[in-house]
């Protein structure tokens, strides 16, 4: 158990919808981080937060946001999602914004029919 | 562009074997480079961080080499175990004040009795 939870653990939607996926990193962690993993492919760095800041940008797409809120829990929201945004979300965490350790949750199921 | 590239792509070893895992990256600037774990549907785990200045470290049954002059790591596993059965993914962190991960596709390895 990394310590990082994320909420919820599967999610079935239809297409032209939006979704909230949720993430609380471990205690301490001030960075958050969003990966996107399809189908048999590698992670796709998404967004990093920073006590509250975003930090970096990776390949998240405009209909994709994120935030962190003062209690350092952080929300990814997907809209007006499309079958191709079916995917494992993974949140993971760190101390502080540099090269230190990431810590990965298990993870949301996104299902898009 | 900054790539990570890893093969075999998948991988079918007997309990007890070794195998080494290969990975060979073009990322600037690097900072260091991990290999995790990645049971199916879970997130990743970290196995070994190393920067451009180590050349070897061990976890456990687990040894990861780097050779920054030719941008190459391996991970090697000694006496597999069924619990070994996961993606092996190399990822590659660049430098620059921020932690953004740069991930291979993974090696799927199995493990068979």
């Known amino acids: 158990d990394s310590g990082v939870t994320q909420t919820p653990k599967h999610l079935i939607t239809a297409t032209g919808q939006r979704v909230t996926l949720r993430c609380s990193p471990r205690?301490?962690?001030?960075?958050v981080y969003w990966y996107q993993q399809s189908l048999d492919q590698g992670l796709q760095f998404l967004i990093q937060?920073?006590?509250?800041?975003?930090?970096a940008k990776g390949n998240i797409l405009e209909r994709f946001s994120a935030q962190q809120f003062p209690d350092l829990h952080s929300e990814l929201n997907l809209s007006s999602l499309e079958l191709g945004d079916s995917a494992l979300y993974f949140c993971?965490?760190?101390?502080?914004f540099g090269d230190g350790e990431q810590y990965f949750g298990p993870g949301t199921r996104l299902t898009v029919t | 562009k900054n790539q990570v590239e890893q093969s075999p792509q998948s991988l079918i070893i007997l309990e007890g074997k070794n195998c080494t895992l290969q990975?060979?990256?073009?990322?600037?600037?690097?900072?260091?480079l991990r290999w995790y774990k990645q049971d199916t549907g879970r997130g990743p785990v970290s196995l070994t961080i190393?920067?451009?200045?180590?050349n070897t470290k061990s976890n456990g049954r687990y040894t990861a080499t780097l050779d920054a002059d030719t941008k190459q790591s391996s991970l090697h596993i000694t006496a597999s175990q069924l619990s070994d059965s996961a993606s092996y993914i190399c990822?590659?962190?660049?430098?620059?004040?921020?932690?953004?991960?740069?991930f291979g596709a993974g090696t799927r390895l199995a493990v068979h009795p």
């Open positions: 205690s301490g962690d001030l960075s």
């Open positions: 993971a965490s760190s101390v502080a």
């Open positions: 990822v590659v962190s660049l430098s620059g004040g921020y932690n953004k991960l740069i």
């Open positions: 937060y920073y006590n509250g800041e975003e930090r």
């Open positions: 190393m920067t451009f200045s180590e």
């Open positions: 990975c060979n990256y073009t990322v600037s600037p690097f900072s260091n």
